[in-house]
């Protein structure tokens, strides 16, 4: 296994590894969060089915996000159902900030048990999956209904049916270190051939693929969320039979929001005067909430 750029200490909270099988056209991400999820769950009261909800789809965007290859671009995933009892879940990745948030029925959600199917919490609805591209200034959006057992397979699909791109995600939360620890995997076959050859992956059924699905794919959900296991040694766990697996580190995660005082008065600039003369309170002072981060900011007008 060889390692590109060696910083010393081996992966472990907060961090994406980024790790690619060269003779097998892969390539993959893995990431455990820690603090930063505490960080951005504690914005909000959640119950423990919304926690675990937004854990998990905070270690989706992360991976996800951690694909994209410019500065500045942007990954966010979107969660929504009419008439569920979540009614909304939105989060988002730039540059390593994480950031999301969770609407939903807490009277209903009580009369549930435990631990509620995903088809019990949004009751339908879809997952939308947005890249906002810096350099190029393109928007890509794919949109997947919300089935299957979980948000990693919703997500799954996303890369099946949108990119048409072999993807194997796998993702485990779990209480531990006095919070809780969210993990994931993704591993997808590359677009390789793109240079006029049929591309690989219009065969699903390629042996290549599947030998990469099956040494992944018997990762267990603890060791995805072990402590003591660093993501290097998970990485070499899985696939040290292979000739070269380049492992490299990625971006540090943190909680991070772009809601400012300056941010909220250029929104609000861009609506028309008699709309901003509306929001007013009697002491024509506009507020505006931060759903991320639970704040309110008092904007003069
Ligand atoms: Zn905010």
Known sequence: MTREIDSGAETGFDRVLR?????????????????????????????????????????????????????????????????????????????GELRGYARHDEDRLAELDGNPSLQQLFGGGYLAITF?????????????????????????????????????????????????????????????????????????????????????????EGELVDPDLSLEALVWRLFHEEREVRVLQGELIARGCRCSVVHFEEVLARFPKEDRKDMRDENGIIRVDCAFCSREFLIED
């Not at 390539?27 to 854990?55: F, N, T, W």
């Not at 591993?187 to 240079?195: N, T």
């Open 19 to 95: 790790f690619t099988l060269p003779d097998r056209h892969a390539r993959g991400r893995i990431v455990r969060l820690g603090p930063a999820l505490e960080d951005i769950l504690a914005a909000h009261p959640y119950p423990p089915a919304l926690k675990q909800l937004l854990s998990e789809a905070l270690a989706l965007t992360a991976l996800t996000g951690s694909l994209l290859k410019d500065d500045g671009s942007q990954l966010t995933l979107q969660a929504q159902a009419d008439d569920g009892i979540v009614s909304l879940l939105v989060c988002d990745y730039r540059e």
């Open 132 to 220: 906002d591209l810096a350099v190029t200034d393109q928007r890509y959006q794919g949109v997947v209904p919300l089935e299957g057992d979980s948000l990693s397979h919703a997500v799954e699909r996303y890369f099946a049916q949108s990119e048409q791109v072999p993807t194997l995600i796998r993702t485990a939360v779990r209480a531990g270190h006095g919070g809780l620890i969210a993990g994931g995997l993704l591993v997808q076959h590359l677009a390789e051939g793109e240079e006029g050859r049929e591309r690989l992956h219009v065969r699903m059924d390629h042996p290549e693929w599947e030998h990469v699905t099956a040494l992944a794919g018997s990762m267990t």
